[in-house]
């Protein structure tokens, strides 16, 4: 498979902790995305990288989420100090460059904060 | 800035019907324009795309979409309706000749009936 991948597809963590989540691009693309989306809602912004630059930042993402692409190659978010509304679908995306080039979407990570 | 706002969340056809999607936009600069369709517990699979030229765009599984700059409208239409479309469609929007960073409507459940 040769699709953006998603690990894992489902978290369930206590209020207060800490939680990664991990994105596997498609290999050639050089931009990757991470959106967030709530029940009822449509994709957010979060963040994107172009190879392991982080050119942009939503003001949805605070203080306790990060974001990296250490390599060019796979990105992590972590959320610190879960809260209950940090649950939602995280979904990852990427693309190659390009005006207006396909981005290609991951299954997500649904993230459940008890 | 830019919005996007799908009319409708959710919408009921019949079988065979036409399927109508609305979808209207506002943008400062010329839009590059999406339709989206997810299923469920799935990301997001592209239907069809707008950047320039020919404003009538064609798209996977049948479905099509209008650019009408002077409505600012881009609606989602599918001639004959099967069960395989019931599904979540998202209109999106980014900024031409930038990165593809994608603004998108809060969704519109399309439910299929015999």
């Known amino acids: 498979d040769t699709g953006v991948s998603q690990d894992p597809r489902h978290k369930i963590t206590k209020r207060g902790q800490n939680v990664t989540f991990r994105c596997d691009p498609i290999s050639e693309h050089n931009r990757l995305y991470w959106y967030r989306q709530t029940l009822g809602q449509g994709p957010e912004f979060l963040t994107y990288f172009q190879n392991e630059a982080q050119l942009e930042k939503s003001r949805l993402l605070s203080d306790r989420f990060s974001a990296e692409r250490p390599k060019g190659s796979f990105s992590t978010l972590e959320i610190q100090r879960t809260e209950q509304g940090d649950s939602a679908m995280y979904l990852c995306?990427?693309?190659?460059?390009?005006?207006?080039?396909?981005?290609?979407f991951g299954q997500g990570t649904r993230l459940t904060v008890v | 800035a830019q919005s996007v706002t799908q009319l409708g969340s959710h919408v009921s056809v019949s079988e065979g019907a036409l399927v109508l999607l609305r979808c209207n936009y506002s943008s400062s600069v010329p839009p590059y324009l999406f339709w989206y369709v997810q299923y469920p517990n799935q990301g997001l699979q592209l239907l069809l795309k707008y950047t320039t030229g020919a404003t009538l765009v064609k798209g996977i599984n049948g479905f099509e979409a209008e650019f009408k700059k002077s409505e600012t409208s881009f609606h989602l239409t599918k001639p004959s309706a099967h069960m395989s479309d019931a599904a979540e469609y998202f209109c999106?929007?980014?900024?031409?000749?930038?990165?593809?960073?994608?603004?998108f409507g809060t969704g519109t459940r399309l439910q299929v009936t015999l």
């Open positions: 995306a990427s693309s190659s460059v390009g005006d207006a080039t396909e981005a290609f």
């Open positions: 999106a929007v980014s900024r031409g000749g930038t990165a593809s960073k994608l603004t």
